[in-house]
Each structure stands twice: as C-alpha cells, then as structure tokens.
C-alpha cells in the first residue's frame, strides 16, 4: 500500500513538474514562438515514459528537445496557425452565405475540416515518434488518422473529459492541464495506433 502510494505521488509530481515547464517555456519563447517547441518537449518527455525510460532526467531532456526543435517544430506551428485561420474564414463564410449551392457545400467543407483536425492530432505524436522529413509527418498522421477511427474517437473524447473534469476543479489544469492530455493523445491513443501499424508492417515483411 505504502509503495502504490509512494509510485501514485511519483507520477502526479513528474506531470505537474512537465506541465509547468511546459508553461514556462512557452512563455521564455513569447507565447506563440515557444508554444510548439514546449508542446514538442512535453511530448516527448511523455513518450520516454511510455515507452519506459522514466529514469530520463526531466529538465535536461525538456530544454534539449525545446532547442534542438525550436525552429521545426516552430514550422509545424506555423502552418496549423494557417490552417486554424483558414477554418476561421471558413466558418464565416459558411455563416455569411446560406442557401442553394451554398448548403450543398457545407457538408463537404465540415468533413474535410473535422478530417484535418484529427490529422492535427497526431502531427507532434508523429513528429516525436518516427524520424521523418517535414512533409512525411503530414503524410503518415493523415494515413494513421484515416485508418484509424477508433482511435480517433477515444482521443478526442478522452481529451476533452480530462479537460472537463481538471476544469470543475480550479488549479488542476495549471498543473496537469498539459501534461495530462498529452499523455491521453500520446500514450492512450497515438503510441497504441503506431505500434499496431508497426506490427502489420513486421507481419508483411515476415510473409514475403
């Protein structure tokens, strides 16, 4: 009992302590230009963890995923900055316009964004996973995306429960907030697809 306890307090300090450097770097880097390296160093902190090196030093391997990562992961940040300003303008144009062709579109344009919010999804977990050019990490989370519904869904739903929940409590999500969904998208529902499309793959090689 004392253990499982001891193990329980390990495990809520280490996400605390990640989700307040998360929360610090973002703001050394000014807010929008240290948001995506922070995110970036979270989750591959995280990763370590599931992956069982728990013994890496926290802080040593945070500030050198942020620097290492600061101009790329900037990059992808750049370019879901536009994607979200292109929903927006999407969106007011939907709002703006309604009737005859217009309606014949809408439903189109609501698929493809809810397709490309869920690739969104998986673009750090697949960045701080597989070593991939620029280009490749779109590709692969849209094809994980695609091919995986499920995951999918007990990612968004497991998200925005933690988030609900942390928020009935004040103070929770300046410590867990983070941190917490991150390992929701990372190791519940990212790693896991990964690994079964790892899998299949060995399985493919092996028959030929």
Do not use: C
Not at 27 to 46: S, Y
């Amino acid at each position: 009992m004392r253990n499982s306890l001891f193990a329980a307090t390990e495990w809520i300090t280490r996400f605390a302590y990640v989700n307040i450097l998360w929360i610090a770097f973002t703001i050394v880097g000014l807010g929008i230009f240290g948001f995506f390296p922070a995110t970036v160093a979270m989750f591959t902190l995280i990763r370590q963890w599931i992956i069982g090196n728990i013994d890496e030093p926290v802080f040593s391997l945070f500030w050198k995923t942020y620097k290492k990562e600061f101009i790329k992961s900037n990059l992808f940040g750049l370019v879901i900055l536009v994607i979200i300003f292109l929903f927006y303008t999407n969106f007011q144009f939907i709002e703006l316009n309604q009737g005859g062709f217009y309606d014949v579109i809408k439903i189109p344009l609501y698929i493809l964004m809810v397709a490309i919010s869920l690739t969104l999804l998986y673009i750090i977990p697949t960045f701080v996973h597989y070593d991939l050019r620029f280009i490749d990490v779109w590709k692969n989370s849209f094809l994980v995306m695609l091919i995986h519904p499920l995951h999918n869904f007990s990612m968004v739903i497991g998200a925005a429960a933690t988030i609900y929940v942390m928020s009935l409590f004040p103070g929770t999500l300046f410590f867990f907030g983070g941190s917490l969904v991150a390992y929701i998208i990372m190791g519940g529902t990212s790693y896991h697809a990964f690994k079964k499309i790892e899998a299949k793959r060995e399985a493919i090689q092996e028959n030929t």
